[in-house]
């Protein structure tokens, strides 16, 4: 929890509590009642937000989830980059299948990497028939037509769930054919609540096809780790890899931004496992904590008063050797930091901002945010847990307004009351708030900038914060409703 209560000058339990009211007012009494659960005014010192979340979307709100196939395709399977990723099913969603979150990775596409689409192209006759045979000359052609991957993904669409096509089956032939990893993944997308369930069912199959069937060439060492939940948006993973190795760590494997399945599968080796994003992968740093015995800790390399506590708190469970390093890396950085700080800061103290973003990001960039003399006035998720709202509920202040799955309507109508400096949320927001004069940065893919991890990524952030709020363009745009 925060060290204190956080509280904002005009911000009161009141106060948000009334516009909540006001916003459900215009909507259907049954609604009302349902969407009530999912909004409040922040609480810190409860011991669980109120919030509800988790849960089905009413019929007749128009959610910003993805689906469960998302989930597996978008976040877990497809920044693996040795692995040809298979989308069985339709081609609509199969176009998905193409790498569209910017993970970033190394290699050759094509030779080395492969970020490529991959897609079963379900028609009608499959439907009818079953695409099993397809799928077994897919993955064939597959690996002969890109013969350095280290192994081959299936994720399954809804069609391929509906009319219960054997994936396992296929996938288990497959392997053994081919000799290398052919991991299915029962993802359809009409399963679960959001894609948070597909980021399960992918740790499942991670844990049930993949980890513990190889070992690092490297011999093992005392400061081995490895990054979990972190996918290398805008190179996000190759800005907290450098601050990690300077301090004395082996990073040994990265799940999944820029990863490669067969350093994924030795992780079982490694001393501690840290975790980025919470939601997509704690339950596998579970697993090898039960399995293996291997600590992990959530750590948070957003904006450099959080790099600080993070690297102090991941010391804790080395040597003073790692200790010290810990101190001089701080100290190296901070003078940098402050530069930074003291460039933008003056532009952008006292701005406020809303954030609505899908896995961890409203809770770990809020500190990046303070940093520069921002005020978050209010946060939610698409399809965070009731364990993601607890950790929310510390890093806000008293009397913020905190939302879970909402709403266009609901949305707008919170942002139009509040009047943020600001609005950081995804591509289905983005263009709603730049047209009515609001700036906005896109949270899910740094708005095609990044990174916005570590040391030099916060340099970034600063960037791109301080370029969207006092860019004298706002002025000029005046909104026709």
Same mark, same amino acid.
């Given at each position: ?10 911000i ?29 005014a922040?609480?810190p ?36 980059r ?29 030779v ?55 994936i ?29 369930l ?21 011999p ?42 067969e350093?994924?599968?030795a992780?079982?080796?490694?001393k ?39 690297l ?54 809020? &500190?990046?945010? #303070?940093?520069?003399?921002? /005020?978050?006035? =209010? ?5 965070? @847990?009731?364990? *993601? $709202? ?35 949320? &995804?591509?289905? #927001?983005?263009?709603?708030? /730049?047209?009515? =004069? ?5 949270? @899910?893919?740094? *708005? $095609? ?33």
């Amino acid at each position: 929890m925060a060290d204190k209560i956080k509280t904002i000058d005009g911000i009161t339990t009141e106060a948000t509590e009334e516009l909540i009211e006001e916003t459900l007012a215009a909507m259907p009494e049954k609604t009302r009642k349902k969407r009530a659960l999912h909004l409040g005014a922040n609480e810190p010192t409860s011991a669980t937000c109120a919030v509800k979340s988790n849960k089905k979307v009413v019929p007749g709100i128009m959610s910003q989830r993805g689906c469960a196939y998302a989930g597996a395709k978008g976040v877990v399977w497809g920044p693996i980059r040795d692995m040809v990723h298979v989308s069985h099913g339709p081609i609509g969603c199969g176009v998905y299948s193409w790498g569209t979150r910017r993970n970033l990775m190394q290699g050759i596409p094509g030779v080395t990497s492969f970020p490529l689409d991959f897609t079963s192209d379900f028609q009608e006759k499959d439907i009818v028939y079953g695409g099993d045979k397809k799928l077994e000359k897919l993955l064939r052609e597959a690996d002969e037509l890109f013969p350095l991957n280290k192994g081959l993904s299936v994720l399954s669409e809804c069609p391929v769930g509906l009319i219960g096509d054997d994936i396992n089956a296929v996938t288990k032939k497959m392997e053994q054919e081919l000799g290398k990893f052919v991991v299915p993944c029962n993802c359809e997308g009409f399963r679960g609540v959001s894609q948070s369930l597909g980021h399960h069912i992918s740790n499942d199959s991670i844990r049930d096809h993949v980890i513990g069937k190889r070992e690092f060439a490297e011999p093992a060492g005392p400061y081995d780790i490895a990054l979990i939940g972190d996918y290398n948006i805008g190179g996000d993973v190759w800005a907290a890899k450098p601050i990690l190795e300077e301090i004395g760590l082996n990073v040994k494997s990265v799940w999944t931004g820029d990863g490669e399945i067969e350093k994924i599968a030795a992780t079982y080796q490694v001393k501690l496992n840290l975790i980025h994003c919470y939601r997509s992968m704690n339950y596998m740093c579970k697993v090898m904590e039960e399995k293996w015995g291997i600590p992990w800790l959530e750590y948070n390399f957003f904006g450099p008063t959080k790099i600080e506590k993070s690297l102090r708190e991941i010391a804790e469970f080395f040597d003073d050797t790692i200790k010290a390093n810990v101190e001089k890396v701080i100290a190296k950085y901070r003078q940098h930091m402050q530069e930074v700080i003291d460039e933008y800061r003056p532009r952008l103290e006292g701005k406020t901002a809303m954030l609505f973003v899908g896995g961890l990001r409203p809770r770990h960039t809020i &500190g990046a945010y #303070e940093d520069l003399g921002i /005020q978050i006035t =209010g946060a939610g998720y698409e399809f965070a @847990h009731q364990d *993601d $709202y607890d950790r929310t509920s510390p890093e806000m202040a008293k009397g913020t307004l905190i939302y879970d799955d909402v709403s266009e309507f609901e949305l707008e109508k919170f942002v139009e009351k509040m009047k943020p400096d600001l609005v950081g949320s &995804g591509i289905k #927001e983005k263009y709603v708030f /730049q047209k009515a =004069g609001i700036p906005f940065r896109q949270m @899910h893919s740094w *708005d $095609y900038s990044g990174p916005y991890h570590g040391y030099e990524g916060f340099k970034i952030f600063a960037r791109d914060i301080d370029m969207a709020i006092n860019s004298p363009t706002w002025s000029l745009v005046k909104a026709p409703f």
